[in-house]
């Protein structure tokens, strides 16, 4: 593994950071499947419930992203 210039702790934790951006996006999509099609009631309210769980690994990513704060000229929002 070559190594980070922001150092190896920070850099894991925002492969951490990606990896709930890419759930909370998946599971999203899972509630808008539910909108838009015909399915079985159980299904969803699996789909329709996955997609309120995007708002809290959103809040999740958030939170952890404002931890790590900026880095050599990044932009802190």
Partial sequence: MPEHPEGSARAQVR????DL???QGFLDGLA???EGTSMEPFEEHLFRFA????AVLGK????IEA???AWRGEKSE
């Fill in 32 to 34: 808008e499947e539910a």
């Fill in 51 to 54: 997609g309120k769980r995007a």
């Fill in 67 to 69: 931890q790590l704060g």
């Fill in 21 to 23: 951006r890419f759930l």
């Fill in 15 to 18: 492969a951490v950071v990606a």
């Fill in 60 to 63: 999740a990513a958030d939170e």
